[in-house]
């Protein structure tokens, strides 16, 4: 049986949150988005998400970037999550599939973007199989939350 993959609205916040939860715990991160921060960025745009399934097999969570060597938006998929049952079966191509065609149709998205972790060698590979690429040359930065607001304070 095919699992069908949608949009996520308001309504699935909470499997949501807790799917997000389980991908964070997964790979040991600390997880600090819960339902109210997600709802509130996907209702602003600065987030949207495909979800599988009623009670979620998987889901994709990913924002509008726009790059001008590209010369267009594009997306960045922060988060893909396949629920440990559900793997192996072509989920995750789909609900990345998924996320492009939803970004192509919202933003004009020319490409998608993501970040691996380094010690995530099955995940790598996944990605690698669908054809993804190191970007070579470049560095991934962040400017930590302290940052941030440092650095807004000096406008």
Known sequence: MTVSIRTAGPDDMPALSEALARLSADLGDDHRAGEAEL?????RGVARAQIAGDVPSGLALYSPVFSTVAGGAGLYVSDLWVAEGARGRGLGRRLLAAAAADARREWEALFLTLAVYEYSRAARAFYERL??????GQT???LSEAGFAALEGER
């Open 39 to 43: 709802a509130a960025a996907l209702s």
């Open 140 to 142: 991934r930065m962040m």
């Open 131 to 136: 054809g993804f690429a190191p970007v070579t």
